[in-house]
């Protein structure tokens, strides 16, 4: 934080009387929050309509200097967004993240919440990254459309979904495709429910042999593809249905984690007719993904999380070298690690050692294992 940074608070934060001289913030759903007072006659209304007026628009500097206008004590101001932020009840927005953000003033009430979200997720400047990043999702199907809608609703500035052919029946989903759109090419039906979500995303599909800041890829074992798919060599992530499991990863950043070539190479340790097997999950069929809504966008949702992390910068993501599971009832994501495999030479300066002569002995679970 800086003084130039901007204090917002979170749109939905209560601002509360606890008595004539003392206003608390927050601390009414398991948060400390944070209490002042007691304060000078009449300070009180003035400390609450600042806590209020907190909205990414007036850096810390003028904030202070408008409480010193309003006779309040600078210190007292500054101790309290202090304690706003340590709560996460404040984010501080940079200028970045305001020169992005719409002139319009409906568009900029529907990302309100969002802009916060972002800030609070990625710090200052992350809404500013997330409207130049570039999502491409393959796959027009009940995991990809919502979850496009997600991204673009949460501030992604471009988020091209890409299929081909007409749309069926069986493609609606909540947040996706609709009932209206069977018999529509997939293409344009996705671009609609993207832009229903966030009518400002360039829906534009990126120039040809430019990568985009993460391809995902959402067809029910496009994980089989060869990689990199369709010839891009930027990040990559899985996420779609498989009969009863929602799978959101690995997410692979070429040249610096395992592959999807090494998952693969673990599940053909563990059983030698892998390949055999999928080479017929890899035949087309299936093409919408047979999950019930509720798994479909429990799946988009913890893919969301990926993706924005990979963006925001902010977190390992937890799908590197690993996937994330999802199995009703509960639809609560579990991990399974699938770690750099010796035989395939993925990673710079890496190279496939010879055969071992016995079993290796490795840290931590076995691959393809399931974590916690
Ligand atoms: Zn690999």
């Given amino acids: 934080m800086t003084d130039s940074d901007r204090p917002l608070l979170l749109p939905g934060t209560p601002v509360l009387r606890v008595d004539p001289a003392s206003v608390q913030v927050g601390g009414t759903d398991g948060d400390p929050g944070v209490q002042v007072g007691p304060l000078p006659p009449g300070a009180a209304d003035a400390v609450a309509a600042l806590v209020r007026g907190l909205d990414g628009g007036r850096t810390t500097r003028a904030v202070l200097a408008g409480a010193v206008a309003d006779a309040l004590d600078p210190v007292v101001v500054g101790e309290l967004l202090t304690g706003l ?16 953000s719409s002139p319009s003033p409906a568009a900029r ?17 992350a809404w500013a990254r997330r409207r130049v990043a570039a999502v491409v999702v393959d796959g027009a199907n ?28 069986a493609d609606a989903v909540v947040g996706g495709l609709s009932a209206a759109d069977e018999g529509r090419p997939r293409t ?9 979500a966030a009518p400002g995303v360039d829906l534009r ?28 060599r930027g990040p990559h992530l899985v996420a779609t249905v498989r009969g009863p499991v929602g799978v959101v990863g690995p997410l692979v950043v070429p040249g610096r984690t395992a592959c999807l070539r090494c998952a693969q190479l673990h599940r053909t340790d563990a059983d030698p007719g892998w390949p055999a097997l999928a080479g017929q999950l890899h035949a087309p069929g299936d093409p919408a993904g047979a999950g019930g809504a509720a798994l479909c966008l429990a799946t988009a949702l913890t893919a969301l999380g ?38 395939c030479g993925c990673r710079p300066g ?11 002995r490795r840290a931590g679970p076995r691959p393809g294992t399931l974590e916690g």
């Fill in 109 to 125: 009430a529907r990302d309100a919440a969002d802009v916060a979200a972002a800030v609070g997720a990625g710090g200052a400047g």
């Fill in 142 to 169: 009940r995991v990809g459309v919502p979850l496009a809608a997600l991204l673009a609703a949460s501030g992604v500035g471009r988020v091209h979904v890409r299929d081909r052919g007409a749309a069926v029946a």
């Fill in 188 to 196: 344009l039906a996705a671009a609609d429910a993207v832009r229903r």
């Fill in 85 to 100: 932020r340590a709560g996460g009840r404040l984010v501080d927005l940079s200028t970045a993240d305001l020169v992005a």
């Fill in 205 to 232: 599909p990126l120039p040809a042999g430019s990568a985009p800041d993460l391809l995902v890829l959402t067809r029910p074992w496009s994980a089989l593809d060869p990689v990199p798919v369709h010839g891009e």
């Fill in 350 to 360: 890496t190279r496939p050692p010879p055969a071992p002569a016995g079993p290796s």
């Fill in 306 to 343: 990926q993706v924005l992390a990979h963006l925001d910068g902010s977190a390992a993501p937890a799908a590197l070298e690993a996937t994330l599971e999802l199995r009703a009832p509960d639809l609560l994501p579990r991990r399974r690690g699938w770690p750099p495999h010796p035989a």
